[in-house]
């Protein structure tokens, strides 16, 4: 254990990234930030009613909180044997070798970096509409620069300044949700509280793999709980509780605001009122309004900038750990590896993040696309895509862990709910990528093949990325994914 604590170390302490600094509620809402729950509500949720199933999502949303406690059974499992900030990565390591682990790591990159950067137009269309309605009028891509400057700032210092920040907006965000959900409560909605919806003729209505799709991506985050292993007190308690607590409060909370939203309007009403609307992002600040009254439909609003940009520092996170991964094990420069002399961050991933989001913002600002309909699209579906991926490696080294090691654990938990969930993963990617210009706009068109490819052609630069390792120092490929905590 101390030699592989010693790895990428060059002196007692440094090169470490900051010690005992993270909670468990540091670390769930952190998490749940990514998720980024008034987003889903005010953002994915009317489009899955209109594309998806209609008053069947509540019910998908059952199915795909017990899919992914599926997958987090034997990714909790597993995280007591594995600290490392790498994740998906540090998994695919001690289950599958150090190949697949580097083709892991540079799809994690690419796809978190997709998340980040279609994040990035999201906010800045949604910024200008919330903040233009004040007469605050400014470009998109003015606040975009801005989001990613102090996106930057935050993940430069210590990660416990970024946590008390994301714990504070994610709990305005579920307290404005839940004030809404309550006040249709509280007036029994349009027609009562009918939970007929439950059933599976509504379950089975419209597109039920486009619902699904939907309510899986509001998942999308969770995972990362164990990017702060290395940071969290006590790991091997604090993880495994935080993932648990992390789906089912995303769960519990999308199953419960769905059906008030549905309450709401009334089921029959439900598609056509949403179809009527010339920006379905508004049907929820409707309903806020009619039900908890305009002051707090103007909260929400203000606050679903919040919750974009907590989105956007939970990714930048994301995304500088794995770098520094990458660059401490060799798969990156070991600049990469390196850690702040005060902070304790991953301060070289950081500034990378940043200069990458700012070249693409000038890209689509300078061509003059649509923040929304084109750079939070076509972008954000790559990551999607590349997450499926990775939670399906996943399950399958969750599965190869316990079988070669011979490690003392269930046989439910290492086994059949990983196989579980990882076909389940990989169905739904398959179905992405074939489907991937449908689901974006760019059906007839190179983007919809060129995009989706790019997660595949990661894999492969990472792939080689540890082939070219192994060859050149075998003792450094053989150490991959060991404990750092």
Known sequence: MAQEEAIGMTGAGSNQLRKNSLGLIAVTFM????????TGVAGAMPLAFMLGNGA??????????????????GYVTMSRYVTNAGAFYAYAARGLGGRVAGAVAVTALVAYNAMQFGLIGLFGGIAAGIFGSFGLVLPWWVWSLLAILLVGFLGYRQVDLSAKVLVFVVALEYLVVLVVDFAILGKGGANGLALNFFDANAVFSGSLTAAVLFCLGCFIG????????????DPERTIPRATYLSVLMIGIFFIFTTWLMIVGIGADKLVPTIQGLPDPSTFFFDLAGQYAGGTIANIAGILLVSSLFAALSAFHNYIARYSYVAGREGLLPDIFGRTHDIHQS????????????LIVLALFAGLQLDPVLNM??????????GVLGMMTVTSVAVIAFFRRAGHSA???????????????MAALFVY???????????TGGVLGIVLPSLIPLAAI???LAAMRLQRVDPARFARMGHNQG
């Open 346 to 357: 991953p301060h070289v991933g950081s500034v990378t993040q940043t200069a990458g989001a």
């Open 461 to 463: 630069v990472g792939y």
């Open 222 to 233: 969770f995972e990362a709980t164990t990017i702060y292993a290395e940071e969290a007190r």
């Open 410 to 424: 269930s046989v439910l938990t290492t086994l059949v709910l990983p196989l579980v969930s990882g076909l389940v």
């Open 432 to 442: 992405i990528f074939l489907h991937f210009g449908d689901l974006t706009g760019t």
């Open 31 to 38: 998490v749940i930030s990514a998720a980024a729950p008034l």
């Open 376 to 385: 939070f699209t076509w972008i954000s579906q790559i990551g999607t895509l």
């Open 56 to 73: 069947g999502i509540p019910a998908t949303f059952v199915f795909v909180t017990l899919v992914m406690l599926a997958f987090a059974a």
